[in-house]
T-cell receptor, first 112, second 115 residues
Framework: ELKVEQNPLFLSMQEGKNYTIYCNYS?????LYWYRQDPGKSLESLFV?????AVKQEGRLMASLDTKARLSTLHITAAVHDLSATYFC????????????FGKGTHLIIQP | NAGVTQTPKFQVLKTGQSMTLQCAQD?????MYWYRQDPGMGLRLIYY???????DKGEVPNGYNVSRLNKREFSLRLESAAPSQTSVYFC??????????????FGPGTRLTVL
């Protein structure tokens, strides 16, 4: 059974600081996804990581994937209040169309 | 493009009642999914349809049935609702091309309360 663990589950940080969210998963997977969810809203896709060593960046967010360690990271650089949200990582363990297994999410609050 | 649409947005049921949640996508995606989201639990897969004409169970299928009506539409039915099915339900779709543009697109969700 595929398990996905995120940590921390809750993070309060100040604007301007850097921090990293970690996502570990239990079995081999070709695909890892990061999503953002604002309160009461749906999920927005941030990154799709398909191969070992993949790194993607969008603004102040950077995601990476180490398939050997079964670890992905989401790094936040110089945080701003607008990045406050819940961030989910999700893993496709079934080879493509079989649905995703999600972590429990990291609730991120960025304070001025 | 409307993307993924879901109806209704909110619903309150009494225990034992039945209902169908509707989902449609206009992106010509092959695969569609139903998830539920509970506080502190992330999203859990209920059922999925990898392509038109096929459906498969996910992690938490008990108490639910699905129908892939055509390529656009994928419905979720609760035959006899229970309070444990109080949740937010998300439909999603994807077009799996094997590239790093693959992702699942999510609908706005249905907030269901079972009393």
């Amino acid at each position: 059974e595929l398990k996905v663990e995120q940590n921390p589950l809750f993070l309060s940080m100040q604007e301007g600081k850097n921090y990293t969210i970690y996502c570990n998963y239990s079995t081999t997977s070709d695909r890892l996804y990061w999503y953002r969810q604002d309160p009461g809203k749906s999920l927005e896709s941030l990154f799709v990581l398909l191969s070992n060593g993949a790194v993607k960046q969008e603004g102040r967010l950077m995601a990476s994937l180490d398939t050997k360690a079964r670890l992905s990271t989401l790094h936040i650089t110089a945080a701003v209040h607008d990045l406050s949200a819940t961030y989910f990582c999700a893993v496709d363990g079934g080879g493509g169309a079989d649905g995703l297994t999600f972590g429990k999410g990291t609730h991120l609050i960025i304070q001025p | 493009n409307a993307g993924v649409t879901q109806t209704p947005k909110f619903q309150v049921l009494k225990t034992g009642q039945s209902m169908t949640l509707q989902c449609a996508q206009d992106m010509n995606h092959n695969s569609m999914y139903w998830y539920r989201q509970d506080p502190g639990m992330g999203l859990r897969l209920i059922y999925y349809s990898a392509s038109e004409g096929t459906t498969d169970k996910g992690e938490v299928p008990n108490g639910y049935n699905v129908s892939r009506l055509n390529k656009r539409e994928f419905s979720l039915r609760l035959e006899s609702a229970a309070p444990s099915q109080t949740s937010v339900y998300f439909c999603a779709s994807s077009l799996m091309t094997g590239t790093d543009t693959d992702t699942q697109y999510f609908g706005p969700g249905t907030r269901l309360t079972v009393l």
